[in-house]
């Protein structure tokens, strides 16, 4: 994503630094394979959750697990496979497609809409298109974390996030889980869906 500068919340929002460190984790999980320097990061990595709550912390144990497991080739092979196949992937990882059944529909054009009364627009140089997975977890990083509280505000998050994150997430997820050739993106899957729940719920709090 292309926007002004982002600055980031203070270190007392604790909090709301590991939401948004966790939506960017994740976006670079579902981005690309991992290079060295990810996985080194992985095997030092602590297996308490990164973010307080049960929720987190079998599915994040077991991530780190099948990182350590996993050598960089296999990894990158498992990526191409799942994502990035010739013709058509294994598995899709854009919103349009489960939201519509095609690719390119009438919920990117929505997202667009959205990003652009957000401010913010895609980097021309990325062939990807908005309504894949890691840009809509770039752009709740934002919200979360950003400096213009006019957009980066709860509201602002809940708004994004129900209309262009829960309806498909849980199908993507699935998806994965379900494809025999998934092993490491299983357990990046198991990782997303249990993160996923708990902003639902979050969420869902903030609109009783």
Known sequence: ???????????DDSEELARAELYGLLARLWMAPPDAALQQQFAVAVTQAPEAGAWLEGPWSELVAAFRATPLDDARDEFVALFQGVGKPEVFVYGSYYLAGFLNEKPLAQLRTDLATLGLTKDVANSETEDHVAYVFEV?????????????????QRRFFRTHVQPWLPDLCAAVDAHPRAMLWRSVAGFTQAFISIEVQAFDLLEQ
């Not at 709740?140 to 602002?156: K, S, T, W």
Request: glycine share 4%; proline share 4%.
């Open 1 to 11: 994503m292309t926007t002004t500068a982002i600055q980031f919340a203070t270190p």
């Open 140 to 156: 709740m990083r934002y919200l979360i974390a950003g400096d213009d509280m006019a957009v980066c505000n709860l509201e602002q």
